[in-house]
């Protein structure tokens, strides 16, 4: 999953980073308000983190210009405004969730797969689709019943797949979700991907559509 965090906070940017990366998530840092609304505008992201007190552009009016673009990306709003007022505004202003500083990184984490969950049309922790079902909390992918051991990388393929069903998706932006923005992104290597996805766990469990790209096809 492709995450922008927004934060202006140096120390507190790396540890967001630090523990998405550690959750299998692809995270990209703006450290201000303008850069950020660009970013937001120019580029698809699964969800974006964002923080209310930032500079050259705060937080709050790129919320507004973002949901004001037609871009329905869940954004959850960090802030250390906990009055009850900050929080009506920023929700009423398009967010999805907000979440109050200090925070400990798991509810963060929660949060987030929360909102990735609704965005798919998945209330529970448990992905199903077909004889395929992946869990977010623990990162297990089971088929038929049976545990599937996959590499990281093949995880956030199956991933992606199991949080767009019925999605035909491109091999460039499986790339975009999956690798890091400053990673030698080769679209190849998503061939490669796929071919031992299906040899581990079924070799219909992903449909090639011709000129278009992938589709998950788990019944």
Known sequence: MKILVVEDE???GEQIIESFEKNGWVPELSTDGIDALYR???EEWDAIVLDLGLPKLDGLTVLKSIR???INTPVIILSARDGLTQRVEGLN???DDYQTKPFEMVELIARIRAQLRRASGNASPVMQMGSLSLDTRTSKVMWLGQAVDLTALEYKVVAYFMHNPDKVI???ELVEHIYKQD???DSN???VFIGRIRKKISPKIIKT???LGYQLHAD
């Open 10 to 12: 140096p120390r507190l």
């Open 93 to 95: 202003a398009g967010a």
């Open 183 to 185: 990673f030698d992104r």
């Open 170 to 172: 491109s091999r460039s």
């Open 40 to 42: 937001a505008t120019s």
């Open 189 to 191: 290597t998503i061939e």
């Open 68 to 70: 004001d673009e037609n």
């Open 209 to 211: 559509v011709r000129g």
